[in-house]
């Protein structure tokens, strides 16, 4: 009697200080993988009793698909990221433990810090599903240098469609016979753009108030604003003042700037960081400027867009605690500022900015103010807020095919619009 007890106090001794281990999958490629996995040591050594495995698993493309493949398999992770328009998504998967319930119960936690422009993003019908996390727009990256060399003023980077066009006629190069050997501009052939370009018009992509009073119905897209963004991305195509990429190839779109073989691209606030380290070993100075607008439009706003952080179900309510742990960590503003720096992902906290404003750290790197001041100046409403539809992979996927046909010369942008428009409605029927 008196050795089973002493073995049972063992096995209790020894469980107690069983770790509880959990998953956590990322998106983030290149340096990023360490910068994310330094994060999660110091939250370890926070929190001995919780191990986290770390995994960057792919794009966000393939996490998505992954997650859907390992909730299948019953085998989830405990934390996902995911990009911004796998929402409404997720939300339907009814595999999640949104984040608002765990908030509900832990007084720890102030959400009232965090930036209201984020928030009506991630927000559904005033629920926080997912944590935000690495939360980014698009920018206009331009290298001054060229700009010099070009008589273009490095200090006015264009703001219309007019302006850009003038200043990518100016960056063209061409050799003796004539060839094209530096080009204006450049961005990844993404429907993130389009999307953001409906915004930056004031304009929603789907109805229902973009998806939000209630679920999106139809895309609502084929109009002026949209063609303003497609007649610009057709024209720049035929002049041979942009080079176009594969799709979602922010890589090559990436490149094409460092090597100097474009003047300018649009992309995302999460290349701040690199691009500032590209530009420095290249030998050009970097500028970066607000996205400009077409002629005469008035500006509505950026959409948040990057990723946020999803628990996913477990059986053990143990390891869903250790994974709040863990996204309630992400979200506090050392690690945000880490982030922030690491990468031009925005900070997700007012607080964090408060820290770094007061710092001087926006006075010594503008560039990653330049992202902050577009998102703070954007006017929020339905259509800035962004839209949440449940097909959003699917719409973006029928938006990117018909402007590759576009690009291709295969049909015009009026056609690409209406065929954009037919595949999302068709997409988000067969949704419901
Ligand atoms: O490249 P990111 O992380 O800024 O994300 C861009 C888009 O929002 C992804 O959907």
């Given at each position: 009697m008196k050795k089973f007890l002493v073995i049972s106090l063992l096995v209790l001794t020894v469980l107690s200080f069983a770790k509880v281990k959990i998953q956590f999958w990322h998106a983030m490629g290149g340096w990023r993988i360490e910068v994310i996995q330094n994060m999660v040591n110091d939250f370890m050594k926070l929190n001995p009793d919780i191990e986290v495995e770390v995994?960057?698993?792919?794009?966000y493309e393939e996490i998505l698909a992954k997650t859907v493949a390992a909730v299948q398999a019953g085998t989830p992770p405990h934390v996902v990221q995911l990009n911004e328009i796998s929402t409404q998504k997720m939300i339907d998967s009814g595999v999640v433990v949104p984040v608002q319930d765990m908030i509900d119960k832990?007084?720890?936690?102030?959400?009232?810090?965090?930036l209201p422009q984020v928030l009506n993003y991630y927000r559904v019908g005033e629920k926080l599903?997912?944590?935000?996390?690495?939360s980014s727009t698009p920018l206009l990256y331009y290298n001054k240098t060229l700009f010099k060399e070009a008589g273009?003023?490095?200090?006015?980077?264009?703001?219309?469609y007019s302006e850009l066009i003038e200043a990518c006629r100016k960056l063209v190069k061409k050799d003796e016979k004539g060839n094209v050997i530096r080009s204006g501009i450049t961005w990844p052939l993404y429907s993130w753009f389009f999307e953001e370009y409906m915004a930056l018009q004031n304009?929603?992509?789907?109805?229902n108030d973009n998806g939000r009073?209630?679920?999106?119905?139809?895309?609502?897209?084929?109009?002026e604003a949209a063609m303003n963004f497609l007649n610009l991305w057709d024209k720049l195509t035929k002049e041979g003042l942009m080079i176009n990429t594969k799709r979602a190839d922010w890589t090559a779109a990436r490149q094409l700037f460092i090597s100097q073989t474009v003047g300018m691209l649009i992309s995302s606030t999460s290349d701040v960081a690199l691009l500032m380290n590209e530009s420095a070993k290249q030998g050009f100075e970097l500028g970066t400027a607000f996205l400009p607008l077409p002629d005469g439009a008035q500006r509505g706003g950026v959409i948040i867009g990057g990723g946020s952080l999803w628990i996913i179900k477990q059986k053990d309510q143990q390891e869903i605690n250790a994974a709040w742990k863990l996204v309630k960590y992400l979200a506090e503003p050392g690690p945000q500022i880490t982030w922030h720096q690491a990468t031009?992902?925005?900070?997700?906290?007012v607080d964090a900015i408060q820290t770094l404003q007061v710092q001087g750290y926006y006075r010594d790197n503008p560039h990653h103010l330049t992202a902050i001041l577009q998102l703070l100046t954007s006017v929020q409403n339905y259509n800035t807020n962004g839209a949440i539809i449940g097909a959003f992979p699917e719409v973006r996927d029928a938006i990117e095919t018909a402007v590759e046909k576009m690009i291709s010369g295969s049909i015009t942008p009026k056609q690409a619009l209406d065929e954009a428009e037919k595949n999302a409605n068709k997409a988000i029927k067969e949704y419901f």
């Open positions: 995994q960057y698993v792919g794009s832990d007084p720890t936690f102030d959400v009232g810090l965090f599903y997912s944590m935000p996390w690495n273009l003023d490095p200090d006015n980077p264009p703001r219309t304009k929603s992509l789907v109805d009073t209630k679920k999106a119905t139809k895309a609502t897209f084929n109009n031009g992902y925005f900070p997700i906290r």
